[in-house]
């Protein structure tokens, strides 16, 4: 039986200014009317990224919308927000992150059986010529499958 994933939203741009060496999934701790309005899709993390604050992950510039049809009790979007790992895995992320320049991103958020998940991802920043060599092997890749959609046409 194949694991029913529901993505919310992909974070395109990570994959494009950074290399990911590693991915890790965990959990996010959310309020109630958190958990509506990322259901719905009202979330923004353009420039996310979580951060190891006394053995706990945190993710930080991470924006969930309010939930429209909240009463006055509705959350602050732009709190910081709890991530749920192992021990070992924030010992991994902890010797991973002391390394010079790598950093923890979030790369996608997805519902797997009725929860919020987050893919996190240890990722080291990408240079100039490293950008425009991904951008010419992605046109090549492109020109590549529109010569094989003419030929079995």
Known sequence: MA????????NRKARFNYFIEETYECGIVLEGTE???MKNGNIS??????????GEVWVK???IAEYSFSSIFNHNPDRPKKLLLHKEEIKRLIRKTEEKGYTLIPIDFYIKKGLVKMTLGVCKGKKLYDKRATIKERDINR???????????
Do not use: L, M, T, W
């Open 35 to 37: 958990v509506k309005s």
């Open 45 to 54: 993390f353009p420039d996310a990224f979580a951060e190891i604050i006394n």
């Open 61 to 63: 510039n991470f924006h």
């Open 3 to 10: 694991e029913e994933r529901k993505i919310i939203a992909e």
């Open 143 to 153: 020109d590549i499958q529109r010569e094989f959609s003419r030929e079995f046409k």
